[in-house]
């Protein structure tokens, strides 16, 4: 295979390929300077100078780079090196896609689909928020990361065909209305009509992924391309529960509302989506294998302190947020109902701790939300005021692409009048010396040495000629004319040149500025937002430990109160009203 390993783009060396499709390459990179380790995503050689694909590249690198989420793959820069290679600089992400683990697995278990779901909603969400639509949501475009504060960390990839919503259709054709885009298995209704799109289009797609999570194979397939765009306008997929009876009615209900034909029907954002997913989890309604539960020894007979304990107060799954938080909001009441005369002082102890953990989660959580806030902010800012350059800069280069063209087009009649008076001056000379040598020739000498009068003999002739010579210069006028005129234009085309070369160079130029100020100020965003992301996981995992701690002790202090009030030590423990 052809690549690009071992090959410099601007600061970067791509030192071995990770993934090539027929689009793009995505090459593992390391900075020459700074000796980071970064993904660039690289256009395919045969796409290299053709305008379509390289716009859409140098797009997603846009697009993405204006969106700052976790659950979305960062990009640190874009553009276009030597020879017109279009390529974006992301984070270097290890893990697997979702398309693998289902490859690997076949099916992913309820509670864990929720949980990934949730997470894909949250990044479609930001994004939303800044009217882009991704449009190609699939489990080859979900990544399960590794080496973050929780397994199944999702981010999304390849935002290569996302519709901006703010763009001028015009300017972005290769993702206007009208077009197809999209991967037929993963399309929605609006895609495969080539309608206009919104975020309930990505919802569409959503329940795809949950659907062929939930049963190992994708809601609608076909061989024909053209026919599987059908089955999504016209069919409706097959029930869930016909095919795995133990995902609940709840959550089938869930993927079959995304999966609606009209996005009327459908939920109408990915907030919504995201508040129903974390709805069945906080409920343990998602189906699959039961929730875990503290038991009680075969022995007990005390059914209502099994009540609060199973019902209550269910031992959360580290690493799930949702889940913890349900967690934090029983257990204060399980414990007062569990020990009303006093909780256990190493319960009480690990209590403390986990509510001071807590406290300081919640203030580094909400320090990282304004964080991320005022860089999303800052970054539309300086969008909006790159937006104004970007639009004259190519008002301009259209204008002088325009006169360009016409300059060319002047001196090609140029030349050809040239050609032509040419011609007519090279005529106008053989004529002309023509006539000089009849007029040579006009009298000569008879064999006797008398004069002979040749006139009447080339009279007609030279007449002829004269008029020839007549015709040629009145050609040769009009040749003229038509060349001053030509080069009438051509002057009148020479300043608006000029001007607006030095208009291209200001803006540029001003533009540059303006691109390295928003490249550092977002560096310093990035930076501070960084930093306390890095607080806020060492704090979940702090707290993860505490709680790990918490249900280690809650269970050996449950074993030993039930023991204690089997043998009939202790009186029945009654849930509060």
Same mark, same amino acid.
């Given at each position: 295979?052809?690549?690009?390993?071992?090959?410099?783009?601007?600061?970067?060396?791509?030192?071995?390929?990770?993934?090539?499709?027929?689009?793009?390459?995505?090459?593992?990179?390391?900075?020459?300077?700074?000796?980071?380790?970064?993904?660039?995503?690289?256009?395919?050689?045969?796409?290299?100078n053709?305008?379509?694909?390289?716009?859409?590249?140098?797009?997603?690198?846009r697009?993405?780079?204006?969106?700052?989420?976790?659950?979305?793959?960062?990009?640190?820069?874009?553009?276009?090196?030597?020879?017109?290679?279009?390529?974006?600089v992301?984070?270097?992400?290890?893990?697997?896609?979702?398309?693998?683990?289902?490859?690997?697995?076949g099916t992913?278990?309820?509670?864990?689909?929720?949980?990934?779901?949730?997470?894909?909603?949250?990044?479609?969400?930001?994004?939303?928020?800044?009217?882009?639509?991704?449009?190609?949501?699939?489990?080859?475009?979900?990544?399960?990361?590794?080496?973050?504060r929780?397994?199944?960390?999702?981010?999304?990839?390849?935002?290569?065909?996302?519709?901006?919503?703010?763009?001028?259709?015009?300017?972005?054709?290769?993702?206007?209305?009208?077009?197809?885009?999209?991967?037929?298995?993963?399309?929605?209704?609006?895609?495969?009509?080539?309608?206009?799109?919104?975020?309930?289009?990505?919802?569409?797609?959503?329940?795809?992924?949950?659907?062929?999570?939930?049963?190992g194979?994708?809601?609608?397939?076909?061989?024909?391309?053209?026919?599987?765009?059908?089955?999504?306008?016209?069919?409706?997929?097959?029930?869930?529960?016909?095919?795995?009876?133990?995902?609940?009615?709840?959550?089938?209900?869930?993927?079959?509302?995304?999966?609606?034909?009209?996005?009327?029907?459908?939920?109408?954002?990915?907030?919504?989506?995201?508040?129903?997913?974390?709805?069945?989890?906080?409920?343990?309604?998602?189906?699959?294998?039961s929730?875990?539960?503290?038991?009680?020894?075969?022995?007990?007979?005390?059914?209502?302190?099994?009540?609060?304990?199973?019902?209550?107060l269910?031992?959360?799954?580290?690493g799930?947020?949702?889940?913890?938080?349900?967690?934090?909001?029983?257990?204060?009441?399980?414990?007062?109902?569990?020990?009303?005369?006093?909780?256990?002082?190493?319960?009480?102890?690990?209590?403390?701790?986990?509510?001071?953990?807590?406290?300081?989660?919640?203030?580094?959580?909400?320090?990282?939300?304004?964080?991320?806030?005022?860089?999303?902010?800052l970054?539309?800012?300086?969008?909006?005021?790159?937006r104004?350059?970007?639009?004259?800069?190519?008002s301009?280069?259209?204008?002088?692409?325009?006169?360009? %063209?016409?300059? +060319?087009?002047?001196? !090609?009649?140029? =030349? /050809?009048?040239?050609?032509? &008076?040419?011609? *007519? #001056?090279?005529?106008?000379?053989?004529?002309?010396?023509?006539?000089?040598?009849?007029?040579?020739?006009?009298?000569?000498?008879?064999?006797?040495?008398?004069?002979?009068?040749?006139?009447?003999?080339?009279?007609?002739?030279?007449?002829?000629?004269?008029?020839?010579?007549?015709?040629?210069?009145?050609?040769?006028?009009?040749?003229?004319?038509?060349?001053?005129?030509?080069?009438a234009?051509?002057?009148?085309?020479?300043?608006?040149?000029?001007?607006?070369?030095?208009?291209?160079?200001?803006?540029?130029?001003?533009?540059? %500025?303006?691109? +390295?100020?928003?490249? !550092?100020?977002? =560096? /310093?965003?990035?930076?501070? &937002?960084?930093? *306390? #992301?890095?607080?806020?996981?060492?704090?979940?995992?702090?707290?993860?430990?505490?709680?790990?701690?918490?249900?280690?002790?809650?269970?050996?202090?449950?074993?030993?109160?039930l023991?204690?009030?089997?043998?009939?030590?202790?009186?029945?423990?009654?849930?509060?009203?």
């Open positions: 295979m052809d690549t690009l390993t071992d090959t410099r783009l601007g600061d970067y060396l791509l030192t071995g390929l990770i993934a090539a499709g027929g689009m793009a390459a995505v090459y593992e990179a390391q900075h020459v300077r700074t000796g980071g380790r970064y993904a660039v995503k690289v256009l395919a050689r045969n796409l290299q053709r305008r379509d694909p390289l716009a859409r590249i140098l797009q997603e690198g697009v993405i780079c204006s969106l700052l989420h976790e659950h979305i793959v960062r990009v640190f820069e874009y553009g276009t090196a030597e020879e017109g290679i279009g390529f974006i992301m984070e270097l992400l290890r893990g697997v896609t979702l398309a693998e683990e289902l490859a690997r697995r992913l278990e309820p509670d864990r689909i929720a949980f990934i779901g949730r997470q894909i909603c949250a990044g479609l969400d930001a994004a939303h928020a800044r009217g882009v639509y991704h449009r190609d949501i699939k489990p080859a475009n979900i990544m399960l990361v590794e080496g973050q929780h397994r199944d960390f999702v981010k999304l990839l390849d935002f290569g065909i996302a519709k901006l919503h703010a763009d001028d259709p015009a300017k972005l054709a290769a993702t206007a209305t009208g077009m197809t885009l999209g991967t037929p298995q993963y399309m929605s209704p609006e895609q495969a009509r080539a309608d206009t799109i919104d975020a309930r289009s990505d919802i569409y797609q959503v329940g795809l992924v949950l659907y062929e999570t939930l049963v194979t994708p809601a609608f397939s076909d061989p024909n391309p053209v026919t599987l765009m059908g089955k999504h306008l016209t069919e409706r997929p097959r029930p869930i529960r016909d095919r795995r009876p133990d995902v609940s009615i709840e959550m089938e209900r869930l993927v079959l509302r995304c999966l609606e034909k009209s996005p009327s029907a459908r939920f109408q954002n990915a907030r919504e989506l995201q508040a129903a997913l974390d709805e069945l989890a906080s409920t343990g309604t998602t189906g699959g294998m929730p875990v539960r503290t038991r009680m020894p075969p022995s007990s007979t005390d059914p209502e302190a099994e009540t609060v304990m199973g019902g209550n269910r031992l959360p799954t580290l799930n947020p949702a889940d913890l938080e349900r967690y934090a909001r029983n257990l204060s009441e399980v414990l007062d109902q569990l020990w009303p005369d006093g909780v256990p002082e190493a319960l009480q102890a690990i209590q403390d701790e986990l509510w001071s953990l807590t406290d300081d989660q919640a203030r580094v959580g909400t320090d990282l939300a304004l964080a991320r806030a005022d860089a999303d902010a970054a539309q800012e300086l969008e909006a005021r790159l104004p350059l970007e639009r004259a800069i190519e301009l280069a259209n204008e002088q692409s325009t006169l360009e %063209s016409q300059m +060319t087009a002047s001196r !090609s009649d140029e =030349a /050809r009048v040239l050609a032509r &008076v040419r011609a *007519l #001056d090279a005529e106008y000379a053989t004529i002309y010396t023509e006539i000089e040598q009849h007029q040579a020739a006009l009298y000569g000498r008879n064999a006797r040495g008398g004069l002979v009068d040749f006139r009447d003999l080339f009279h007609e002739d030279i007449a002829a000629r004269l008029d020839q010579l007549e015709d040629i210069f009145r050609r040769r006028t009009g040749e003229a004319e038509t060349l001053s005129g030509i080069r234009r051509m002057a009148d085309l020479l300043p608006r040149l000029s001007d607006i070369e030095q208009q291209l160079y200001a803006l540029k130029k001003s533009r540059l %500025s303006l691109e +390295t100020e928003r490249a !550092s100020t977002l =560096a /310093r965003m990035e930076f501070k &937002v960084t930093d *306390l #992301d890095n607080q806020h996981k060492d704090l979940e995992r702090a707290m993860e430990h505490r709680y790990l701690q918490l249900g280690l002790a809650f269970r050996r202090a449950i074993s030993r109160l023991e204690d009030r089997v043998s009939g030590a202790l009186p029945p423990v009654r849930a509060k009203s």
